[in-house]
């Protein structure tokens, strides 16, 4: 089970409902409004262990862009210094092939040699990097000229890294392709060309694209969510525990009897909420159920919206719990 973590920000605005409205255009719930930032964890996962992380050249140098290697190392190891990884680079490549479209891997008493020699936990090896700019254009409808310049990229790499547990060295192949464009429209074809980067420019930023991109898929990300809490009156405790970021205090407030049913279902839908930024799924998932228990059994129109955006909550909360 991934354990989720959560983040919240204290931004509460008290907004009408958009889950429901009645026939005569009334809204019949209201709702407290927030955001939470959702770290969902990487996808590429190393041992928790793991922290010094060597970036390791061993392409064959492009003639067109022979720093291009040196562009992508350090795209990601930049990338990396915004987390928990300590990323240090080793720009000589390892590579004595002489083919740019050869691959010649490291082999496991390489990679643990390199371990040893620079004290680091895991290798990201740069293994081939292939980088085609190309340009093409025509003349529109409108008189002008359209130009596009495209940049192709083809990475491969390699992840070494020791268990924790054995010792035994653990292997990983990543590949990566994309592509990036520029545009650009002018009254003629000259100076619509013109507006474009230069080849060697382009080609520079996709080799730092690519970089880039390995470094998010080693790293956690993050997604700010709407969550919405039912407003069961302005003396309620709960929601002003919540405003404090008292979560606890506030799912016990909300854990207390309440004058009637429905109020019962929406104070257990607001616990789901903080049980969630209490970084408990589970429980959040549960009060979901109890709430749901409730509603089943009221009759309203609006009883059954409001059960409907509950099971939903459900569901999202079942995919993190995954």
Known sequence: MANTQLITRCRHLLATALLLLSGAGVVC???????????????????????????????VAHPDLPTGAFYTLMAA???????????????????????????????????????????????????QLIVHP????????NDTYYACMQAIAAA?????????????????????????????????????????PDADIASSEMCVYVGEHMAQRLMPTMETADRYLY???????????????????????????????????YAMANCAVAYEILGDPGAAYAACGSA??????????DDRQQAVNIRYYQTQLRKRME
């Open 77 to 127: 190891a930049e990338t990396l210094e915004g987390s928990d990884y300590l990323p240090s680079v080793l720009e000589t490549s390892q590579n004595t092939s002489g083919s740019l479209y050869r691959k010649q891997l490291l082999s496991n008493t390489q990679a643990d040699s390199l371990l040893t020699l620079y004290q680091s936990q895991a290798l990201l090896v740069l293994n």
């Open 231 to 265: 407003d069961l009156g302005k003396d309620d405790p709960g929601m002003q525990y919540f405003a404090r970021k008292q979560w606890q205090q506030a799912i016990d407030a909300w854990s207390q009897p309440q004058r009637n049913a429905r109020l019962t279902a």
């Open 134 to 141: 190309s340009t093409e254009g025509f003349p529109t409808d």
């Open 29 to 59: 719930a209201q709702q407290w409004h927030t955001t939470i930032e959702l770290s969902h964890p990487a996808e590429i996962s190393l041992p928790l262990e793991v922290s010094d992380l060597l970036l390791v050249n061993n392409t």
């Open 156 to 196: 491969h790499w390699t992840l070494f890294f020791r268990s924790n547990e054995s010792g035994a060295l653990h292997t990983r192949t990543l590949m990566y392709a994309d592509t990036l464009y520029w545009e650009s429209e002018a009254l003629s074809q000259s100076a619509a060309v013109e507006a474009l």
């Open 292 to 301: 749901l228990s409730v509603l089943d059994n009221l009759r309203s129109a």
